[in-house]
């Protein structure tokens, strides 16, 4: 627990097809946190560059996780929901992290090595410190909640690394210049000036797993169309997808031990719990002893009673870009209020002159 006014941030990048994973693992997550925290939500079009993306397509698609946010029941009144390039706040901290952090951090991260594959002398220098940016974007607001996927892990511990480097690098600049915030960090009361963010990492959703093969996740980027259900897809295609789905030939056993071993059927068990909010124990005691062809119609007609009014809901709103980018562009400039505070304390603490 730390004493920094809580603050929920998450990103989501726009490179094409948002899936259930998205929607289970974060977007859903993020609605919920409306109620109890104030939310900032961002597109991600600086982190999605990192790879190759066609600039016609990446408009629409940033256009269209937008969509896909508001659609889900995110009140961008209420709460903040922009597009990470038109706050430039934080590709200017992302530098000063690129400075924080140490190769041999960044040599570690798992999603580098898993997306530059074999042919890592040409991944790009922004896939490599795409980790940075994600710290950056998380602390230009002092952000004390992140809700993410399993996936994201890691690039949260290192966020909370960054932090409390950069905290104690700089620890008597701070002092001297009273911009610290006193927090809990093991048994010690310290001083620092980012908090040491917690990752919202719960649920039974927090890494859907392909339809196809249930030792890979969900992606948008596995060539099979069959392996994920996209926010998009009609009430025909989600059925579609739901019946071809990989399982193996038991029935649903009454307790998630059962489970055990039998990853197909966890994940299609974890979907069914995601979409209800409810327990995979709750699904069990009910659906327990079920054979798949009786339970894959049951998980059809619950997907396609959850995600059709979203799909409907964000043809609707994509159909308005003007909208789109207005709420975008107050986004931006609401956000970019808040980071350039943050901004102008850790130019002074830096030793950075401005003004
Ligand atoms: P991205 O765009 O890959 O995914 C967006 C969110 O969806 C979650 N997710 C999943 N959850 C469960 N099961 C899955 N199969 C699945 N696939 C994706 C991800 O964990 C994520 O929460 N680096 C981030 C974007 C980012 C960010 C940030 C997140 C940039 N800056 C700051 C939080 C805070 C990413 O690539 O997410």
């Not at 410190?129 to 996936?151: E, F, K, N, Q």
Request: glycine share 8%; net charge negative; charged share 25%.
């Amino acid at each position: 627990m730390n004493d920094f006014n809580p603050l929920v941030f998450s990103g989501v990048q726009p490179t094409g097809n948002l899936h259930l994973g998205n929607y289970l693992g974060a977007i859903r997550k993020f609605v919920a946190l409306q109620q109890s925290h104030n939310c900032i939500y961002c597109v991600v079009d600086l982190h999605a560059i990192t790879t190759w993306q066609d600039p016609t397509e990446l408009m629409t698609s940033t256009r269209e996780v937008t969509a896909a946010f508001l659609a889900s029941g995110i009140d961008a009144k209420k709460h903040i929901v922009f597009n990470q390039s038109r706050v430039h706040q934080h590709s200017e901290l992302a530098w000063i992290f690129n400075c924080i952090a140490r190769m041999g951090w960044l040599s570690r991260m798992t999603q580098f090595k898993e997306k530059a594959g074999k042919d890592r002398e040409n991944a790009s220098v922004g896939l490599f410190s795409y980790p940075t940016l994600m710290a950056a974007d998380i602390l230009a607001y002092r952000a004390t909640h992140v809700p993410v996927g399993d996936d994201q892990k890691q690039h949260l511990e290192l966020t909370r690394d960054i932090a409390q480097k950069f905290n104690n690098d700089f620890s008597e600049r701070i002092a001297e210049l009273g911009v610290g915030v006193e927090m809990q960090v093991g048994d010690e009361r310290v001083n620092g000036y980012f908090p040491l963010t917690e990752p919202l990492i719960e649920g039974p959703a927090t890494r859907i797993m392909s339809l196809r093969d249930g030792s890979k996740k969900m992606s948008k980027s596995d060539p099979s169309d069959l392996s994920r259900i996209n926010l998009t897809d009609d009430a025909d295609l989600i059925s579609k997808k739901i019946r071809k789905a990989r399982t193996d030939p038991e029935a649903l056993p009454s307790e998630p031990a059962g489970l055990e071993g039998r990853p197909e059927a966890d994940n299609l068990v974890g979907i069914f719990a995601a979409l209800n909010d409810i327990s995979k124990e709750d699904v069990l005691a009910e659906h327990g002893g079920w054979q798949f062809s009786q339970f894959k119609p049951a998980l059809a007609d619950l997907a396609v009673e959850k995600l059709a009014p979203i799909a409907a809901e964000m043809r609707r709103i994509s159909g308005d870009a003007d909208y789109v980018d207005s709420v975008l562009s107050d986004g931006g400039a609401r956000a970019g209020e808040i980071a350039e505070r943050t901004l102008k304390d850790v130019r002074s603490i830096a030793g950075l002159l401005q003004g």
